[in-house]
C-alpha cells in the first residue's frame, strides 16, 4: 500500500473508530437511562431509551456499509483486517445492548402510574455492574486497552452472581406471597436481560483482544 493510500486509509480508520465510539455512547447512555427506570419510572427517559435505539440501529447500518467499503476498496490484511472485521462483529453486540435497554424500559414504563418495584436493591446493583462492564468495554475497544478488555471480561461473574442472588429474591417472594406473579416475570425479565447485556459486553471485549493481540 502506498504512502498515500495508507494515509488516507488510516484517516478511513480513524473516521471508523470515531463513528463506533459515538454508537458505544449511545449504548451506555441508553443502559443507564434504562437502569434508572428500575428505582423511578419516567416517561421522558423512557422516550429518550427508545430514540436512542433508533439511532443505535441507524448507526449500526451506517458503520456497516463503511465497513464493507473498507473492506472492498482498500483489501487490507493483517491487524487492519481484524480492525475491520472486529468492527462489524462490535456493533452488532452494541445493537443488541441497545435493543435489551429498550426491553428493560417497556417492561418499566407498565409501571408509570408508580413506583410498584419496591425494595429492588440487588437488582439496582446488578445494573450498576452491568453499566460499568459496557463503559468499559467500549473505553478498552477506543484505547486498545488490552488489560481492560479482560478486566471486564472477568467481570462478568459479579453479573452473573448477582442474577443468581436476583432469582433467589424472586423465589422468596413468591413463597411468601407478597407480590403479583406478573411483576415477578417482569423483574425476573429485566435481570435476564442485564445478564444478556454483560454477556454482550464480554463479547466486545473479546473481539478488542482479538484486534490487538491476533
Known amino acids: 500500500m502506498g504512502e498515500n493510500m495508507r494515509s488516507k486509509f488510516d484517516d478511513e480508520l480513524e473516521v471508523l473508530n470515531e463513528e463506533i465510539l459515538k454508537m458505544g455512547m449511545l449504548v451506555e447512555v441508553s443502559v443507564e437511562k434504562a437502569v434508572?427506570?428500575?428505582s423511578k419510572q419516567d416517561v421522558k427517559k423512557a422516550k429518550e431509551v427508545y430514540e436512542h435505539e433508533e439511532e443505535i440501529d441507524n448507526m449500526e447500518h451506517k458503520i456497516q456499509t463503511h465497513c464493507l467499503r473498507l473492506l472492498i476498496e482498500q483489501q487490507p490484511v493483517a491487524k487492519d483486517l481484524r480492525r475491520i472485521s472486529a468492527a462489524l462483529k462490535i456493533i452488532t453486540d452494541m445493537e443488541r445492548i441497545g435493543d435489551q435497554a429498550r426491553d428493560i424500559a417497556e417492561i418499566c414504563m407498565h409501571y408509570e402510574d408508580?413506583?410498584?418495584?419496591?425494595?429492588?436493591?440487588?437488582?439496582?446493583?446488578?445494573?450498576?455492574?452491568?453499566?460499568?462492564?459496557v463503559k468499559n468495554t467500549v473505553k478498552a475497544f477506543v484505547d486498545n486497552d488490552v488489560v481492560l478488555a479482560r478486566e471486564v471480561s472477568k467481570y462478568d461473574d459479579v453479573v452473573d452472581n448477582y442474577f443468581i442472588t436476583v432469582r433467589d429474591d424472586?423465589?422468596?417472594?413468591?413463597?411468601?406471597?407478597?407480590?403479583?406473579?406478573?411483576?415477578?416475570?417482569?423483574?425476573?425479565m429485566i435481570s435476564k436481560y442485564l445478564e444478556r447485556i454483560a454477556d454482550h459486553a464480554v463479547n466486545i471485549s473479546e473481539w478488542v483482544i482479538f484486534t490487538v493481540e491476533g
Open 36 to 38: 434508572g427506570l428500575i
Open 114 to 133: 408508580g413506583n410498584k418495584f419496591g425494595d429492588t436493591g440487588h437488582i439496582i446493583e446488578m445494573g450498576r455492574n452491568t453499566i460499568y462492564m
Open 170 to 188: 424472586l423465589i422468596k417472594l413468591i413463597r411468601e406471597e407478597k407480590v403479583e406473579p406478573d411483576f415477578i416475570v417482569d423483574l425476573l
